[in-house]
Each structure stands twice: as C-alpha cells, then as structure tokens.
C-alpha cells in the first residue's frame, strides 16, 4: 500500500477508517446472527468493501472479534470506574455501585451484551486468552474495591472477585438467551444479594 492520498485521505487513514467500518459490522453482525454464523463475505458486504480489504485490515474474523470483544471490555471498565469513583467510600455502597454500573452499562445495547457473555465463548478456544484477559481486568477493579476493608478479613478476594465474576456472567447470560428476559432492575438486585450473603456470619 502506498502512501499516496486519495479523496483527500492518506492510506493511513483509509486503511483506520476501513478497519473502523469493518468493527462497526462486526459488532452488529456477531450478535446477531452470531459469530458462527457471520462470514467474511457478509462483514465486507456490511462494511462496502472487498474482501482483499478486509485482508489488509485483519487476518480473519478471529482477529476482528477479538478487537470487537477487548473494545466491549474497556469501555465497560472505564463506565464500572466510573460509577465506582463516584459512590459513597463504603464496601457495599462502592460494590452495589459497580455492579449497577455493569449490568446499566452491558445491558444499554444489547449487542454488547451478547457479545461480551455468549459471542466470545461461541468463537472458540481461540478467544479463551482474551476472555482470560478480560476476566482479570475484572477481578482486579473487584479486588481493590474490597481492598483494606475490615468487612472482607475473613473474605479470599480473589475467589470472591471470581464469584462475583461467574454470578455476573450467568445472570447476563440469562438475560440474552431468555425468550422473556428478567428486568434489569431484578439482574442487579440478584447479585447485590449474592455478594451480601458472601458477608453474612
């Protein structure tokens, strides 16, 4: 590819822009019909370009559904950050907050839900470093929330974040698959209950 400009783009910004348009149908196309289902013909033909452009931007649709699913994750940790920072400074208060924060944020649009709990696990083994990844990232924000609290001496943070992780997991799960899904409203009041019962003596 040269560098020469084109419509007053360089190939810089032409191969950005493609790479742009084709994780735009992707995040449409993976949730629905599903990441099996989606051929690269059918991301070239959502996205108006040809397959050796697709190519140029990425190896296969692995690759495009792991950007589209690390692209997911970090805009859902900076929104859990955010609901965080801005709770009150007790436990519960900040977990409450997180977990309201994560289920708000998932559920918005539905795609990312569904791309984040089923679409990712329905790609393969492929995609199991990424989800670790994701997973870790996730138990981390966890951990230093109950980090240095006196209500969490008796609590394995770690396997605790991990629960919490699965409980959340599950309950998403649920509300995608569902053909009458719970309110929201009932997902979060669910997992609060969960992590309280994991304080109760």
Not at 49 to 75: K, P, W
Not at 145 to 172: F, K, S, T, W, Y
Not at 185 to 194: E, F, G, K, N, Y
């Amino acid at each position: 590819m040269n560098g020469r400009s084109y419509r007053g783009m360089s190939a810089e910004e032409r191969l950005t822009e493609r790479r742009e348009r084709l994780i735009s149908a992707a995040y449409t196309l993976y949730s629905d019909p599903g990441f099996p289902e989606t051929t690269i013909e059918k991301l070239c033909a959502s996205a108006r370009i040809s397959n050796r452009a697709f190519y140029e931007c990425f190896s296969g649709r692995t690759e495009l559904m792991q950007v589209v699913h690390d692209r997911c994750v970090h805009e859902t940790l900076l929104s859990v950050a955010k609901s965080v920072k801005q709770a009150p400074d007790t436990l519960l208060d900040r977990v409450e907050a997180g977990i309201t924060g994560y289920i708000d944020f998932v559920t918005e649009d539905r795609r990312r839900a569904r791309i984040m709990h089923l679409e990712v696990r329905r790609a393969g083994d492929c995609l199991i470093t990424s989800r670790q990844q994701a997973v870790k990232a996730f138990t981390n924000m966890i951990e230093t929330i109950v980090a240095d609290r006196p209500e969490a001496v008796r609590i394995n943070r770690h396997l605790l974040a991990l629960g919490m992780i699965g409980a959340l997991q599950e309950l998403l799960i649920e509300w995608v698959l569902a053909d009458d899904p719970p309110e929201t409203d009932r997902l979060i009041s669910t997992a609060v209950h969960i992590f309280h019962r994991s304080f109760a003596t």
